[in-house]
């Protein structure tokens, strides 16, 4: 199998509930490496070109106002399989229809508050790592 990096956020609700330890453990847990890590605050102009890829969702306003309500932590993630891993490790993006043991049916509140971002295909790892990091700033 193929060592991957793969894009994780923690999000605002999860950072204002103190979770960034607890979900990272759960990420390290399940194999995965953090080999990239920042707290930021996004902008609205960084939340927005962040998700464009739902500008035209009924929920992008609603999206964006919750990115930019407090610190999120982005980070680089590596492993076998990492980007597949991850999204297993997170669980269903509406944390009801999530599995027992997953980040966000332990953690999450809602779908709007659903506490971790992860990437979904290779393609948009690499563009969404692009985004928050340059080459340097992640160390394997
Ligand atoms: P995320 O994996 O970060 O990708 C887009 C986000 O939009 C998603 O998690 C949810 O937090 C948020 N979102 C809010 N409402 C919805 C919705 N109705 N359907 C899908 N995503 C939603």
């Known amino acids: 199998m193929a060592i991957e990096r793969t894009f994780s956020m923690i999000k605002p609700d999860a950072t204002k509930r103190n979770l960034t330890g607890a979900i990272t453990k759960i990420l390290e847990d399940a194999g995965l490496r953090v080999v990239a890590s920042k ?6 102009r960084e939340a927005e070109g962040f998700y464009a890829v739902h500008k035209d969702r009924a929920f992008f306003g609603e999206l964006v106002e919750t990115m930019t309500s407090g610190p999120t932590i982005v980070q680089v993630l590596e492993g076998e399989n990492a980007i597949l891993k991850n999204r297993e490790v997170m669980g269903a993006t509406n944390p009801a229809n999530a ?14 508050e659903n506490s971790v971002h992860g990437s979904d295909a290779p393609e948009t790892a690499a563009q969404e ?4 990091f340059s080459d340097t700033e992640i160390v394997g």
């Open 39 to 44: 707290r930021v605050w996004m902008s609205k």
């Open 99 to 112: 599995d027992e043991g997953t980040i966000r049916k332990t953690h999450a509140l809602s779908i709007g």
């Open 129 to 132: 790592i692009k985004y928050w």
